[in-house]
């Protein structure tokens, strides 16, 4: 028996019998996605040998076009649809999401550097995965890094082998835009005191240096997978690498000078970036289950619940520390949470997911609050506090909640075992990303600069990078 797909097409045009087809996927992160239809290998046959037309009118028997679709790759198209739909949302996350979001967090004279720099990422990124990021996360290396074969894309087409049961060239699209997000990330904590030059240097660099091993090593078949780490959407991946080097920066850089006020500018701004966030995170954690299937499913209701929890929590905190809920900390309580849920979120079940937002939640808002005033370093946009701690948060409880033992997914010989192996991996990516992040700051210091002049930084830098404003002033 021939699979559907396949058989209507090549009894209509060829008279084709029974043809069989055979894959496996080269790729390791999605061993994280719902469970795949085992393959079944056929016995190729020809029913007929009479000779058919091609569309370019060259004569080939039957038994050519057999071998030739034998060897085509299967792909599911609800699969295909859910994840080109998934690309789609977390591309939205970074342009425009995380660009209001941040943009409306800072004073009006930096709206457009924030704004810039998003965009920026989205198309240098794009090249950088393009010409060796994709092939360093994705195909075999060592431990830490993968190799060059599919440098700019080699070989990879319409016809590649399949991945899990998508083309290929979709899965490098979908990884492509957590690429882009990452070092986008991280630019918050440094936020309007850092020269375009300098921070698009940094976010290439350290996109090289952190990321794409870090996307090797922990689904690209390296050492943390190995180990057995579990990141369904890149909670150790994205949120703790950019995290921790956010901390470090903005504690190299320095606090911003002279009186700070004016921030946020624009409440209503935060708010639609948080909201376009929230619905892109539904790309972000149930695409990461490669396939449309109940694990997506989990994953998107996990990924609301823990939202909704964290949301909620750090505004009842707001509300009971200062008499009042705030716009602003629902805002930063729902991202919280959406990070804390993101390495678990096809692995916990809800009330799993319940109980990581509200950890969150607190957790959080402690770090964005209390934690910064007594150590004194200004994380402009709470980057670490959010994303760091959220990152940190969530792939500790993922190591619990994800376990069958607490109604996750995932058989574990020992929850204690798995829990050191997360938080194993945790401290290896803060060392491993704050030491990327010294060298290169420290480089640029040396080169051409991180800061720009008082006046400069006091001016903004929508000014003194760019020489435009964010907002029109006076008369047109």
Same mark, same amino acid.
């Given at each position: 028996?021939?699979?559907?797909?396949?058989?209507?097409?090549?009894?209509?045009?060829?008279?084709?019998?029974?043809i069989?087809?055979?894959l496996s996927s080269?790729?390791?992160?999605?061993? /994280?996605?719902?469970?795949?239809?085992?393959?079944?290998?056929?016995?190729?046959?020809?029913?007929?040998?009479?000779?058919?037309?091609?569309?370019?009118n060259?004569i080939?028997?039957?038994?050519?076009v057999?071998?030739?679709?034998?060897?085509?790759?299967?792909?599911?198209?609800g699969?295909?649809? @859910?994840?080109?739909?998934s690309?789609?949302?977390? !591309?939205?996350?970074t342009?425009?999401?995380?660009g #209001?979001?941040y943009? +409306?967090?800072?004073?009006?004279k930096?709206?457009?550097s924030i704004?810039?720099?998003?965009?920026?990422?989205a198309?240098?990124?794009?090249?950088i995965w393009?010409g060796?990021?994709?092939?360093?996360?994705?195909?075999?290396?060592?431990?830490?890094?993968g190799?060059?074969?599919?440098? $700019?894309?080699?070989?990879?087409?319409?016809?590649?082998?399949?991945?899990?049961s998508?083309?290929?060239?979709l899965?490098?699209m979908?990884?492509?835009t957590?690429c =882009? =997000?990452a070092?986008?990330l991280?630019i918050?904590?440094f936020?309007?005191?850092?020269? $375009?030059?300098?921070? #698009?240097? /940094?976010c290439?660099?350290?996109?090289?240096?952190? /990321?794409i091993p870090?996307a090797?090593?922990? @689904?690209?078949?390296g050492? $943390?997978?190995a180990?057995?780490?579990?990141?369904?959407?890149?909670?150790?991946v994205?949120h703790?690498?950019?995290?921790?080097?956010?901390?470090?920066?903005?504690?190299m =850089?320095?606090?911003?000078?002279?009186?700070?006020?004016?921030e946020?500018?624009? !409440?209503?701004?935060?708010?639609?970036?948080?909201?376009?966030? @929230?619905?892109? @995170?539904?790309?972000?954690?149930?695409?990461?289950?490669?396939?449309a299937?109940? %694990?997506?499913?989990?994953?998107?209701?996990?990924?609301?619940?823990?939202?909704?929890?964290?949301g909620?929590?750090?505004? !009842?905190?707001?509300?009971?520390?200062d008499?009042?809920? %705030?716009? !602003?900390? =629902?805002?930063?309580?729902?991202?919280?949470?959406?990070?804390?849920?993101?390495?678990?979120?096809?692995?916990?079940?809800?009330?799993?997911?319940?109980?990581?937002?509200?950890l969150?939640?607190?957790?959080?808002r402690?770090?964005?609050?209390?934690?910064?005033?007594?150590?004194? /370093?200004?994380?402009?946009?709470?980057?670490w506090?959010?994303?760091?701690m +959220?990152?940190f948060?969530?792939?500790q409880t993922?190591? &619990?909640?994800?376990a069958?033992?607490?109604g996750?997914?995932?058989?574990?010989?020992?929850?204690t075992?798995?829990?050191m192996?997360? #938080?194993?991996?945790s401290?290896?990516? &803060?060392?491993?990303?704050?030491?990327?992040?010294?060298?290169?700051?420290?480089?640029?210091d040396?080169?051409?600069?991180?800061r720009?002049?008082?006046e400069?930084?006091?001016?903004?830098?929508?000014e003194?990078?760019?020489?435009?404003?964010?907002?029109?002033?006076?008369?047109?």
């Amino acid at each position: 028996m021939i699979t559907q797909a396949v058989a209507p097409a090549l009894n209509k045009s060829c008279g084709i019998g029974l043809i069989g087809v055979s894959l496996s996927s080269p790729f390791s992160r999605s061993a /994280y996605a719902a469970p795949q239809p085992q393959p079944v290998s056929y016995t190729t046959t020809v029913a007929s040998t009479h000779r058919v037309a091609s569309p370019a009118n060259e004569i080939t028997t039957t038994a050519d076009v057999a071998t030739e679709v034998a060897a085509a790759p299967v792909f599911d198209s609800g699969d295909t649809a @859910w994840m080109l739909v998934s690309s789609a949302l977390v !591309l939205f996350m970074t342009l425009p999401g995380l660009g #209001l979001f941040y943009g +409306g967090l800072v004073r009006q004279k930096n709206v457009l550097s924030i704004l810039m720099i998003c965009f920026t990422c989205a198309c240098i990124m794009t090249l950088i995965w393009m010409g060796v990021g994709y092939s360093l996360a994705f195909t075999s290396g060592n431990d830490f890094i993968g190799g060059l074969d599919k440098a $700019f894309l080699n070989g990879v087409t319409a016809m590649s082998p399949a991945v899990e049961s998508i083309p290929e060239p979709l899965w490098a699209m979908f990884q492509g835009t957590f690429c =882009i =997000i990452a070092p986008a990330l991280i630019i918050g904590a440094f936020a309007e005191r850092m020269k $375009f030059s300098a921070m #698009l240097i /940094y976010c290439i660099l350290w996109t090289l240096t952190t /990321y794409i091993p870090f996307a090797h090593m922990v @689904w690209g078949g390296g050492y $943390f997978e190995a180990l057995g780490l579990l990141d369904f959407a890149g909670g150790i991946v994205v949120h703790l690498t950019a995290g921790s080097a956010a901390l470090l920066a903005c504690i190299m =850089i320095g606090p911003r000078k002279g009186k700070i006020e004016g921030e946020p500018h624009n !409440l209503p701004m935060v708010i639609t970036g948080t909201s376009m966030l @929230w619905v892109g @995170w539904f790309g972000f954690n149930a695409g990461s289950a490669v396939a449309a299937s109940g %694990t997506a499913a989990m994953a998107m209701v996990a990924t609301q619940i823990s939202a909704a929890a964290a949301g909620t929590t750090w505004m !009842l905190l707001d509300w009971i520390s200062d008499g009042k809920p %705030t716009t !602003l900390g =629902i805002c930063c309580g729902a991202v919280a949470g959406l990070v804390a849920i993101t390495p678990g979120a096809g692995f916990v079940s809800p009330m799993g997911a319940l109980w990581t937002g509200l950890l969150a939640g607190v957790v959080c808002r402690f770090a964005s609050t209390t934690m910064k005033k007594r150590l004194g /370093y200004d994380d402009t946009l709470d980057v670490w506090g959010v994303h760091g701690m +959220g990152g940190f948060l969530g792939n500790q409880t993922c190591a &619990i909640f994800g376990a069958t033992q607490f109604g996750g997914t995932e058989v574990v010989a020992s929850v204690t075992r798995q829990f050191m192996v997360h #938080l194993y991996a945790s401290l290896f990516a &803060i060392a491993w990303s704050c030491a990327a992040t010294f060298v290169i700051l420290k480089a640029l210091d040396m080169t051409i600069g991180l800061r720009p002049t008082d006046e400069g930084e006091a001016a903004g830098l929508d000014e003194t990078d760019f020489g435009e404003a964010g907002y029109l002033t006076g008369s047109v």
